[in-house]
Structure formats: structure tokens, C-alpha cells
């Protein structure tokens, strides 16, 4: 019958979202891919509600209602104009938190898959991006956990737009992830308020180079798109090393360098037919010589996204 709404899930399933590296240099807010490191969400229905954060990442997250997981499961149930129905949420992750990969994102993304989910999909996968990009305030990090890949995407009053691309040939992705946290808020708070027209036209440039590059391969022209003066030499006080790594990576075999999200992650692409030791090396060096430990980590580009597999 039109306009019944579908009936709730009545058995388990699981939600695995993605990490995200997002802005890539000029894509501020806009521009992002996803990385294959993931938050796992086990839903089983019943009677009463329960929420058990497991693992390390997760010491200390509450046990209950208030768990941002949960939240974002409610945030699907506002959207559809239902109720959330009960169930027990056991959350894993091997998303380094506060660490730029878009931690909070692939909670959030989980988060309101699993409710949609559990109330039968009544929305569909433009209105859980809306939901995600609005609750976020940008969709830079949730469109890809959602969709994978690569996404370039807007938030508007009309509503959150995506193309998404698929990951070039050979083009895979090292990440440097520093010991020490950084907030979003902390390195939000150190950008300027207005931007002189120069670097305005600067970055639209750069950012338009690069989504076309991404989009036809040019592995080639990666270092001169990424380049970028909205938020990377701001931010760049608060991760020693990071303005070495962006001037010099290309150097030790990076295609191109940026800061990942907030940071203090740096992602760095490189050409999955050459080797990777060098820049691993130099990496290394730059966190050695900053007296800072972490890990240099290569990962491909997640295509798949997030996916739901019912028990």
C-alpha cells in the first residue's frame, strides 16, 4: 500500500563504516576519500535498549543513550518521523581518534545507517547523507564513509550534492598518524576569518584542478593541486613537521602531500607501482627530528563504502 512505511528489521545485522582522509590541500569542507580503516556497528533487536562501546579506541565512550552512535541512530529515526526500536549496539573501531581520519564521521555515518536500518530503510542514501552533512556541518568526511572512493560534495539550503569518483589506477594513499591528538575545534579556531581575493581565486583554482585530475588520473599533476593557503599553513603550528612534508614529500616518492582533515594525520598519495620505503624513510625522519613518535601506514582507497550484512 503507497505511503506505508516498511516494517522494522527483526534480526541482527551489522554496519561497517569507513575512515576518511577529507579537504585532500584545497577541497576545504568539500572534498574527500575513504580510507579502510573501519567502525563497526553489531545490531541485534530486542526488547530493551543497549549500548556496549568494545575496545581500546572506545575506553571511556558511554555505555548508554547518550553514546554518540546511538545519537546518530536517532538523528535516521527524526528524519523517517518514527521511533527508534530497541536494541542491543555492541560499537568497535580502528579509527585512531582525534587524529584527522574522520573518526567521528564513520560513527556518525554508522550511526544513522544502523538506524535506518533497524526501521526497515525508509530513508534512502541521499537522505542519510543529508543527514549525516547537516549534523556534521560539511560532507566532506561523511560522503565518502558513506559512499567510498573519492567524493567532492556541497551542503546547501536545498539540500547536500556529491559526485562521487572512483579511485584512479595506481593511485594508492600513505597516511603518517603522530602520537597526540588534535581537536577539530582546536585547529578550526586557528583559521582566519576572511581570506584576501588572491587566495580565494587560489584555492578555487587549485580545488578544481584537483577534482579533475582525480577524475581523469592525472597522477602527474597531484603535487601542483594540492597545494593550498585556506587552512594547511594555519594549521601547520600545530604538527611539527607538517610544513617539511608538504614542501619535500614529492621528493621521497609522494605524489602529493596534505594534511588529513584537522590533522594531525598527513596523507600523502603515492604510485602503488613503486616503492613505498623511501617515503616511508622520510616520513620517519620528519617525526624523528620533530621528537615525535607514530605510525607511516599504506592503505589503498576504500571503494565499497559502508555496507550492512544482515545475520
Not at 11 to 32: K, M
Not at 281 to 291: D, K, P, Q, S, T
Request: hydrophobic share 45%; charged share 20%; proline share 10%.
Amino acid at each position: 500500500m503507497p505511503g506505508t512505511p516498511p516494517p522494522p528489521q527483526t534480526t541482527p545485522f551489522t554496519v561497517r563504516a569507513p575512515a576518511s582522509s577529507a579537504n585532500l590541500g584545497p577541497g576545504f569542507d568539500s572534498l574527500g576519500l575513504s580510507v579502510p580503516l573501519y567502525t563497526t556497528l553489531h545490531v541485534t533487536p530486542q526488547a530493551t535498549t543497549q549500548v556496549i562501546p568494545l575496545g581500546p579506541e572506545l575506553d571511556g565512550t558511554p555505555a548508554d543513550e547518550s553514546n554518540y552512535v546511538y545519537r546518530a541512530m536517532e538523528l535516521a529515526a527524526r528524519r523517517a518521523g518514527r521511533p527508534l526500536p530497541p536494541a542491543r549496539i555492541e560499537i568497535e573501531t580502528d579509527v585512531p581518534l582525534a587524529r584527522g581520519l574522520g573518526s567521528s564521521a564513520a560513527a556518525l555515518v554508522a550511526g544513522i545507517v544502523a538506524g535506518n536500518e533497524l526501521l526497515g530503510r525508509p530513508l534512502d542514501d541521499l537522505a542519510v547523507l543529508d543527514v549525516a552533512a547537516r549534523e556534521e556541518g560539511h560532507p566532506d568526511n561523511v560522503a565518502p564513509a558513506l559512499f567510498g572512493g573519492i567524493v567532492v560534495a556541497t551542503l546547501d539550503k536545498l539540500g547536500t550534492h556529491y559526485v562521487r569518483l572512483d579511485p584512479p589506477a595506481h593511485l594508492g594513499v600513505t597516511v603518517l598518524i603522530p602520537d597526540f591528538e588534535l581537536s577539530t575545534s582546536k585547529a578550526r579556531a586557528v583559521l582566519p576569518k576572511e581570506y584576501s581575493r588572491a587566495d580565494a581565486v587560489h584555492a578555487l583554482s587549485h580545488a578544481a584542478l584537483l577534482a579533475a585530475a582525480l577524475a581523469q588520473g592525472r597522477l602527474d599533476l597531484l603535487r601542483h593541486a594540492m597545494q593550498d593557503y585556506i587552512h594547511q599553513i594555519w594549521r601547520a603550528p600545530l604538527v611539527p613537521g607538517l610544513s617539511d612534508i608538504l614542501e619535500d614529500a614529492w621528493r621521497h616518492g609522494a605524489l602529493g602531500a596534505a594534511l588529513s582533515g584537522a590533522g594531525p594525520t598527513v596523507l600523502c598519495f603515492h604510485d602503488t607501482r613503486e616503492p613505498t620505503a623511501p617515503l616511508h624513510a622520510y616520513l620517519h625522519g620528519v617525526m624523528a627530528r620533530n621528537g615525535l613518535e607514530g605510525r607511516v601506514l599504506d592503505f589503498p582507497i576504500d571503494a565499497a563504502g559502508t555496507l550492512v550484512e544482515r545475520a
